[in-house]
C-alpha cells in the first residue's frame, strides 16, 4: 500500500513538473508575432468544459466522499478566494493578451495581477497532487484539465510583463514563476497530506471558478461558432474517458 502511494506522490511531482512547463511554452509562444492567436481561444475554450465536467463529475463527488456536506462549503471557500486575488485584489486581471499598457505600467497593478495568478497556479499544483493522493484515475484527469489551461496562464502574465516594458527573458521568467508556484502546491499538497478533505475541495472550488468565470467570459467575446463549440467537445472528452478508462 506504501508503495502505491509513493508511485502516486511521484507521478504527482512528475506531471506537477509538465503543467509547470505548460505555463513555460505559453509565456515563450506570447514573445512571438507569426503563430495564430487562434489557437490560444481554442485551448481556454476546450479547457472550460472539461475543467467544468471534471469539477462536477469527478472532483465535487469525490469531496463529498471525504468531507460530507463540509465540503461544499470549503468548495465555496475555494471559488471566493480566487475571486478575492484575481478580481478584487488585481482588479485588471483577465486571461488572455494585454493590451493596455498604461494600466500595467504601474507597479501596483503588475505585481497583483501576478499575485493573482500566482495564488491560481499554486492552487494548480493542488489540484494534481490532491486528485493523486485520491486515485491515479483522479489524478489524471485532473493534470488534463489543469495542462490545457496552463498555456493561456503563461500567454498571459508574458503579455503583462511585454505590455510593461519588461524584456522578452523577463516576459518568459515570469511564465517560470507560475510554474514554480504549481510546483509549490504539489509539495505543499504532498506534504500535508492529511488535510486532503480540505485540499481537494478547494481546489474544485477554483477550478470551477477558473472555468466558470475566467475562461468562459474570453470565450463568449468570440463570435466564432467553432470556438463556442469546443467547449461542449471539452464535456464529452471527459465522458468518453470515464467510459472508455474508469472501472
Same mark, same amino acid.
Given at each position: 500500500m506504501a508503495s502505491i502511494e509513493t508511485s502516486r506522490v511521484v507521478l504527482a511531482a512528475a506531471l506537477g513538473l509538465l503543467a509547470a512547463a505548460g505555463n513555460?511554452? %505559453? %509565456?515563450?509562444?506570447?514573445?512571438?508575432?507569426? +503563430?495564430?492567436?487562434?489557437?490560444?481561444?481554442? &485551448?481556454? /475554450?476546450?479547457?472550460?468544459?472539461?475543467?467544468?465536467?471534471? /469539477?462536477?463529475?469527478?472532483?465535487?463527488?469525490?469531496?463529498?466522499?471525504?468531507?460530507?456536506?463540509? /465540503?461544499?462549503?470549503?468548495?465555496?471557500?475555494?471559488?471566493?478566494?480566487?475571486?478575492? &486575488?484575481?478580481?478584487?485584489?488585481?482588479?485588471?486581471?483577465?486571461?488572455?493578451?494585454?493590451?493596455?499598457?498604461?494600466?500595467?505600467?504601474?507597479?501596483?497593478?503588475?505585481?497583483?495581477?501576478?499575485?493573482?495568478?500566482?495564488?491560481?497556479?499554486?492552487?494548480?499544483?493542488?489540484?494534481?497532487?490532491?486528485?493523486?493522493?485520491?486515485?491515479? +484515475?483522479?489524478?489524471?484527469?485532473?493534470?488534463?484539465?489543469?495542462?490545457?489551461?496552463?498555456?493561456?496562464?503563461? &500567454?498571459?502574465?508574458?503579455?503583462?510583463?511585454?505590455?510593461?516594458g519588461h524584456s522578452r527573458r523577463n516576459a518568459v521568467l515570469a511564465s517560470g514563476l507560475l510554474g514554480a508556484a504549481t510546483l509549490l502546491g504539489v509539495l505543499c499538497t504532498t506534504l500535508l497530506q492529511s488535510q486532503l478533505k480540505y485540499a481537494l475541495p478547494l481546489s474544485g472550488g477554483v477550478t470551477m471558478y477558473v472555468a466558470a468565470t475566467d475562461l468562459l467570459p474570453e470565450i463568449n467575446r468570440e463570435p466564432n461558432w467553432r470556438i463556442a463549440l469546443l467547449v461542449f467537445v471539452g464535456v464529452a472528452t471527459l465522458l468518453i474517458m470515464q467510459r472508455l478508462f474508469h472501472v
Open positions: 513555460l511554452l %505559453g %509565456g515563450y509562444f506570447v514573445i512571438y508575432r507569426n +503563430w495564430p492567436r487562434r489557437f490560444l481561444q481554442y &485551448f481556454i /475554450a476546450l479547457g472550460a468544459g472539461y475543467m467544468l465536467a471534471v /469539477a462536477f463529475l469527478e472532483v465535487i463527488p469525490e469531496s463529498v466522499r471525504l468531507a460530507g456536506n463540509n /465540503a461544499f462549503g470549503i468548495i465555496l471557500v475555494g471559488y471566493f478566494l480566487i475571486h478575492l &486575488f484575481e478580481h478584487t485584489i488585481a482588479p485588471h486581471f483577465h486571461f488572455g493578451e494585454e493590451t493596455h499598457h498604461d494600466e500595467v505600467s504601474h507597479h501596483h497593478v503588475r505585481t497583483t495581477m501576478m499575485l493573482g495568478l500566482a495564488i491560481h497556479t499554486f492552487f494548480d499544483g493542488v489540484a494534481i497532487a490532491s486528485g493523486f493522493l485520491v486515485s491515479t +484515475w483522479l489524478g489524471a484527469i485532473i493534470f488534463v484539465a489543469i495542462f490545457l489551461h496552463k498555456l493561456p496562464e503563461g &500567454f498571459t502574465v508574458a503579455s503583462v510583463a511585454l505590455a510593461s
